[in-house]
């Protein structure tokens, strides 16, 4: 600036940024179903003034807010999760809002013979039928697959499943394995077959060896 003497001056003014975008995100969050506890990892880019915070919540819960360009939120707890999250920078710019799932299932299906020959007895006529049922609470039953020694019977999505079967004398062993998003579960059978048409006495009575299982 001059005066009407010539005297002129300075001005010592201070500059300024301007940030007109706002900041990205990204995250982690796996796209199935897993079977053990995890992160979710949430992260903010602002190439302008910079990430100011991280603002999330889970399941409708409060807002968190974390004053920095990162963060982890820890899975542990099963069930179909929602966390929505944004990002702030420092010229106070909203990113877009964004909605993940993180789903979490460390429980294995329920599966159970419902119908057939009983463990540990011998089949001398006629076929029981044979019938098992699974469920779960969680993920959901993807399918269930029975077999009778290394022959597969059925294979089903839903909640039961049987079929016709045949067998020759001897022990047999029934495995009926239900499987959910990534866990299975095993129920076992241990039976014989004998006494057909023209058994005598003369024959001995089948000794079943072994035990049933359940496995996880």
Do not use: M
Request: charged letters at 15%; one cysteine or more.
């Amino acid at each position: 600036a001059v005066d009407a003497a010539g005297n002129y001056d300075f001005d010592n003014s201070t500059g300024f940024l301007i940030d007109d975008t706002v900041p990205t995100t990204s995250d982690n969050a796996p796209a199935s179903w897993q079977t053990a506890g995890f992160n979710v990892t949430l992260e903010a880019v602002d190439l302008e003034s910079g990430v100011n915070k991280i603002t999330y919540s889970v399941d409708g819960g409060g807002d968190v807010e974390i004053a920095s360009n990162e963060t982890n939120i820890e899975i542990l707890t099963d069930g179909n999760h929602t966390i929505v999250y944004d990002a702030t920078n420092n010229a106070s710019s909203v990113s877009v809002t964004k909605t993940i799932s993180a789903a979490l299932d460390t429980v294995k299906p329920t599966v159970a013979f419902t119908s057939g020959p009983a463990n540990g007895t011998v089949v001398k006529s006629g076929i029981p039928p044979i019938s098992v049922s699974g469920s779960d609470s969680t993920s959901g039953l993807v399918n269930i697959t029975l077999y009778l020694d290394v022959n597969q019977i059925d294979s089903c999505s839903t909640s039961s499943c049987g079929g016709p079967w045949s067998a020759s004398d001897g022990q047999h062993t029934l495995n009926a394995t239900a499987t959910d998003a990534g866990n299975l579960r095993t129920d076992q059978r241990v039976f014989g077959r004998s006494n057909p048409p023209g058994f005598s006495r003369g024959h001995s009575e089948l000794v079943l060896r072994g035990s049933p299982k359940t496995r996880d």
